[in-house]
Protein backbone atom coordinates (compact mmCIF):
# COMPACT_ATOMS: atom_id res chain seq x y z
CA UNK A 1 0.00 0.00 0.00
CA UNK A 2 1.27 3.58 -0.62
CA UNK A 3 -0.38 7.16 0.99
CA UNK A 4 -0.12 10.24 -1.00
CA UNK A 5 -0.53 13.32 0.89
CA UNK A 6 -0.62 16.47 -1.50
CA UNK A 7 0.25 20.18 -0.48
CA UNK A 8 1.35 23.60 -1.86
CA UNK A 9 -2.22 24.58 -3.72
CA UNK A 10 -3.56 27.91 -3.30
CA UNK A 11 -4.55 31.42 -5.44
CA UNK A 12 -2.31 33.06 -7.90
CA UNK A 13 -2.58 35.48 -10.10
CA UNK A 14 -1.89 34.98 -14.12
CA UNK A 15 1.62 34.52 -14.66
CA UNK A 16 2.47 33.51 -11.34
CA UNK A 17 4.31 30.19 -9.87
CA UNK A 18 3.11 27.19 -7.26
CA UNK A 19 5.35 24.14 -6.18
CA UNK A 20 2.89 21.13 -5.54
CA UNK A 21 4.69 18.30 -3.21
CA UNK A 22 3.10 14.94 -2.51
CA UNK A 23 4.66 12.95 0.65
CA UNK A 24 4.62 9.09 -0.08
CA UNK A 25 5.00 6.76 2.38
CA UNK A 26 4.48 2.38 2.22
CA UNK A 27 6.29 0.13 0.45
CA UNK A 28 5.83 0.49 -2.96
CA UNK A 29 6.33 3.79 -4.62
CA UNK A 30 10.30 3.97 -4.91
CA UNK A 31 10.02 1.46 -7.68
CA UNK A 32 6.62 2.81 -9.51
CA UNK A 33 5.53 5.55 -11.67
CA UNK A 34 4.26 8.62 -10.14
CA UNK A 35 2.31 11.75 -11.79
CA UNK A 36 0.23 14.52 -11.19
CA UNK A 37 -3.08 14.68 -12.57
CA UNK A 38 -5.86 17.28 -12.04
CA UNK A 39 -9.66 17.89 -12.27
CA UNK A 40 -11.64 20.96 -12.87
CA UNK A 41 -15.40 20.97 -12.22
CA UNK A 42 -17.47 19.07 -14.77
CA UNK A 43 -13.88 17.84 -16.80
CA UNK A 44 -12.37 14.56 -16.62
CA UNK A 45 -9.44 14.17 -15.04
CA UNK A 46 -6.74 14.63 -17.08
CA UNK A 47 -2.66 13.73 -16.48
CA UNK A 48 -0.71 16.49 -16.25
CA UNK A 49 2.92 15.00 -15.86
CA UNK A 50 4.51 11.55 -14.64
CA UNK A 51 7.80 10.30 -13.93
CA UNK A 52 9.63 7.34 -13.73
CA UNK A 53 10.69 5.32 -10.66
CA UNK A 54 14.54 6.30 -11.53
CA UNK A 55 13.42 9.84 -12.99
CA UNK A 56 14.92 9.00 -16.50
CA UNK A 57 10.81 8.98 -17.97
CA UNK A 58 9.04 12.20 -18.01
CA UNK A 59 5.84 12.89 -19.84
CA UNK A 60 3.86 16.18 -19.85
CA UNK A 61 0.52 17.32 -20.87
CA UNK A 62 0.73 19.31 -24.37
CA UNK A 63 -0.91 21.97 -22.39
CA UNK A 64 2.05 22.38 -19.74
CA UNK A 65 4.93 21.79 -21.61
CA UNK A 66 7.10 23.94 -21.18
CA UNK A 67 5.83 25.58 -17.77
CA UNK A 68 5.61 22.76 -15.58
CA UNK A 69 8.50 20.66 -14.42
CA UNK A 70 8.03 17.06 -12.48
CA UNK A 71 10.72 15.54 -10.02
CA UNK A 72 10.92 12.99 -7.20
CA UNK A 73 12.96 12.50 -3.88
CA UNK A 74 13.13 8.87 -3.68
CA UNK A 75 15.20 9.14 -0.47
CA UNK A 76 12.86 11.85 0.82
CA UNK A 77 9.79 10.11 -0.21
CA UNK A 78 8.60 13.28 -2.85
CA UNK A 79 6.92 14.22 -5.57
CA UNK A 80 6.76 17.59 -7.07
CA UNK A 81 5.48 19.81 -9.50
CA UNK A 82 6.92 23.19 -10.68
CA UNK A 83 4.14 25.37 -11.49
CA UNK A 84 5.56 28.61 -13.92
CA UNK A 85 3.86 30.71 -15.48
CA UNK A 86 0.14 29.76 -14.92
CA UNK A 87 -2.73 30.49 -16.57
CA UNK A 88 -6.30 30.35 -16.00
CA UNK A 89 -7.49 27.82 -17.33
CA UNK A 90 -5.01 25.32 -15.31
CA UNK A 91 -7.40 26.01 -12.40
CA UNK A 92 -8.62 22.58 -10.86
CA UNK A 93 -8.02 20.24 -8.23
CA UNK A 94 -4.63 18.49 -8.62
CA UNK A 95 -3.85 14.93 -7.55
CA UNK A 96 -0.60 13.18 -6.78
CA UNK A 97 -0.64 9.60 -8.04
CA UNK A 98 1.53 6.35 -7.77
CA UNK A 99 1.69 3.09 -9.99
CA UNK A 100 2.13 -0.37 -7.89
CA UNK A 101 5.93 -1.31 -8.62
CA UNK A 102 7.12 -2.81 -11.72
CA UNK A 103 10.28 -3.72 -13.90
CA UNK A 104 10.50 -1.17 -15.56
CA UNK A 105 9.19 1.97 -13.15
CA UNK A 106 6.48 3.27 -15.84
CA UNK A 107 3.83 2.77 -17.18
CA UNK A 108 2.18 2.61 -20.98
CA UNK A 109 -0.04 5.36 -21.02
CA UNK A 110 0.81 7.68 -18.17
CA UNK A 111 -1.81 10.46 -19.18
CA UNK A 112 -4.12 7.74 -18.14
CA UNK A 113 -6.15 7.89 -14.28
CA UNK A 114 -6.07 3.89 -14.42
CA UNK A 115 -2.55 3.27 -15.20
CA UNK A 116 -2.36 4.54 -11.40
CA UNK A 117 -3.53 2.65 -8.12
CA UNK A 118 -2.92 5.10 -5.29
CA UNK A 119 -4.36 8.56 -5.18
CA UNK A 120 -3.98 11.68 -2.87
CA UNK A 121 -6.95 13.62 -1.66
CA UNK A 122 -6.13 16.74 -3.63
CA UNK A 123 -5.01 20.39 -3.39
CA UNK A 124 -6.83 22.98 -5.06
CA UNK A 125 -4.89 25.32 -7.60
CA UNK A 126 -6.54 28.94 -8.64
CA UNK A 127 -5.59 30.93 -10.53
CA UNK A 128 -7.08 34.81 -11.69
CA UNK A 129 -6.49 36.69 -14.25
Known amino acids: QVQLVESGGGSVQTGGSLRLSCAAS????????MGWFRQAPGKEREGVAA????????YYAASVKGRFTISRDNSNAMLYLQMNSLKPEDTAMYYC??????????????????????WGQGTQVTVSS
Open 97 to 118: AAAKATGMGWVPTPSAPGSFDY
Open 26 to 33: GSDYRSGC
Open 51 to 58: ISSGGGLT
